[in-house]
């Protein structure tokens, strides 16, 4: 993911309860970590989880999830997420920002 990407995630107010709708791409390397979860109890973030997709062998895990909390949560956690290498995308038609 490229910073500029989420760019306007800066400009709300740290304390405003918003929703954003993405895609992620988790390496084979992390299969076995608890991503998501972390995305709950150390972000405090609602997580749904609209779609999955994982290898039966291995390979990488899909997911789009919509993230519901705190502006600032959302940023820490989309921060977390870049330090992991899990490529994240913008839903654009289903995002709330």
């Known amino acids: 993911m490229q910073a500029q990407t989420f760019s ?11 929703e954003v709708t993405l895609y992620l791409t988790i390496p084979e390397s992390y299969r076995q970590e608890p ?3 972390q995305l709950v ?10 779609a ?3 290898g039966t062998n291995g390979g990488q895990g899909q997911f789009k999830l ?17 330090q992991l290498q899990v490529t994240i995308v913008l839903d654009q038609e289903s995002d709330g920002w």
Do not use: M
Not at 66 to 82: K, M
């Open 8 to 18: 306007h995630l800066h400009s709300q107010s740290s304390q405003r309860t918003t």
């Open 35 to 37: 991503i998501v979860t």
């Open 66 to 82: 919509t993230l519901i909390g705190h502006a600032q949560a959302i940023n820490n956690a989309l921060a977390y997420l870049e």
């Open 41 to 50: 109890s150390r972000y405090q973030l609602q997580v749904n989880i609209l």
């Open 52 to 54: 999955a997709t994982l």
